[in-house]
């Protein structure tokens, strides 16, 4: 896949891009196995409503990396997933959500500064 640099009008600087030559996404839904734009950038720094390379919610591009193997560096931690039952590493997404590698599951997480270091959490569920 060829990288490509466009402007990003979020984040306001150039990014880095590739289209996938089909859909990176593997989900439950029936998805068409089309080519999708994916953000090697993408971070925390990605913090708009919608992501104006896509389009669509800010967490599907988060998604969209994660699952297509690109992602250069990534942050994990620790934690039982609540959707399938393994403690797995999960890989953070965004500043709000972590993707459950086994399973696929999004699940809301929580950083806590502390005296003694810094640690990352699943929060409850509120639904």
Known sequence: MEVQHTYCPACAH???VVVTPDTAYSGQAPVANEPEVVCL???AQCTGTTCPMSGLPRLLMG???AQSGLREEVQTFRAPCRSCDNN???EILDASYALCPVCGARHR????DMERGVYLALA???E
């Not at 997480?109 to 806590?112: A, D, I, M, S």
């Open 14 to 16: 150039q990014v880095r």
């Open 41 to 43: 950038d993408f971070g």
């Open 109 to 112: 997480w929580l950083r806590f």
């Open 63 to 65: 998604i969209r990396l």
């Open 88 to 90: 797995v590493d999960f």
């Open 124 to 126: 409850e569920d509120t």
